[in-house]
């Protein structure tokens, strides 16, 4: 595998006028990438520096054979996806973006290619790699309500329940300790934040009162994400979570999706086992590793 074989530009269009169907044609994989590729797409275009490197957006292409075969994308908060590779482009790719002046802050892929990247990463800059991020991938493979079905109905939010959404997202941030999001929420840039532009359905009790919420991205590829699923933690146990994610998931289905897919924390065995009950199936495992620059080297 040859630097050459990557193919970098700052120019979405262009990107994805080469890599979209790639990305297409496995969507449940590819899911992250659709969905932060297209809200890049329709963000401002603009063009920077950033302390990290030498430019604030860039998506890369690997072809072989004139195919493309795998893509990266770093977005102007310093994080690069990447889709599955070998050990070898990974160690290929990593050489590439250091000879460039590239500095990421963190990496994100399914495991074995963050992994093999973050240690070449290290190899080639002295970059301390540091796990931050475990989470199983499942897609719906067939929608099964649970049973019994707690009591409730399902009710779409609306633009009257936009301070519940967001108390509600920086709750579950906290939860899962995801700091730039909660960072985000309290800095006012919910635009800037990662739940912007999803569309949000509580579960509500018969007297009307929100028990759980559930969101899904916008249809990309015949794609569409779950996410997040939260449920206060005094009104768990309940059934509500299982009754809203079989809401958004049937959504989802009903607008035309393909491919319907949620992330899980390895470490929640009942949220595992509600989504596995409800029809979805595990896919793969994903990873991120964080950065530390001018740290000492482990061992």
């Known amino acids: 595998m040859r630097p050459d074989d990557w193919h970098l530009t700052e120019d979405v269009d262009v990107f994805l006028a080469r890599a979209g169907d790639f990305l297409r044609s496995r969507p449940a994989l590819h899911n992250t990438p659709l969905t932060d590729i297209d809200k890049l797409r329709a963000g401002p275009r603009t063009r920077g520096t950033d302390p990290r490197g030498p430019a604030a957006t860039v998506f890369g292409r690997l072809e072989a054979a004139g195919q493309v075969r795998a893509i990266f994308y770093r977005t102007p908060r310093?994080?690069?996806?990447?889709?599955?590779?070998?050990?070898?482009?990974?160690?290929?790719?990593?050489?590439?973006?250091?000879?460039?002046?590239?500095?990421?802050?963190?990496?994100?892929?399914?495991?074995?290619?963050?992994?093999?990247?973050?240690?070449?990463?290290q190899r080639h800059t002295g970059a301390v790699p540091v796990p931050f991020w475990r989470t199983h991938l499942y897609r719906l493979r067939g929608l099964t309500p649970p049973q019994p079905r707690p009591e409730g109905r399902g009710r779409v939010a609306g633009e009257q329940d936009h301070e519940h959404v967001v108390r509600w997202c920086r709750e579950f941030c906290v939860d899962v300790g995801e700091n730039v999001s909660i960072a985000a929420?309290?800095?006012?840039?919910?635009?800037?934040?990662?739940?912007?532009?999803?569309h949000f359905t509580f579960w509500e009790t018969p007297d009307g009162i929100p028990a759980s919420m559930a969101a899904a991205t916008s249809m990309v590829g015949g794609m569409i994400r779950v996410?997040?699923?939260?449920?206060?933690?005094?009104?768990?146990?309940?059934?509500?979570?299982?009754?809203?994610t079989v809401e958004v998931s049937r959504a989802a289905l009903a607008a035309g999706a393909t491919d319907v897919v949620l992330f899980t924390d390895p470490a929640n065995p009942t949220s595992n086992a509600l989504y596995q009950r409800i029809g979805y199936v595990?896919?793969?495992?994903?990873t991120g590793y964080e950065f530390s620059y001018g740290a000492p080297e482990a061992g």
Not at 81 to 110: R, Y
Not at 227 to 244: C, E, K
Not at 282 to 286: I, K, L, P, R, S
């Open 78 to 121: 310093g994080r690069l996806g990447l889709t599955p590779l070998s050990a070898e482009q990974a160690g290929t790719l990593a050489a590439h973006l250091a000879g460039l002046g590239h500095s990421p802050s963190n990496v994100i892929a399914d495991h074995d290619t963050a992994t093999a990247f973050a240690e070449a990463w």
């Open 282 to 286: 595990h896919v793969a495992d994903f």
């Open 227 to 244: 996410d997040p699923v939260y449920t206060p933690s005094h009104l768990r146990g309940r059934g509500y979570a299982g009754a809203v």
């Open 185 to 198: 929420i309290d800095a006012g840039s919910w635009a800037d934040s990662r739940f912007a532009g999803r």
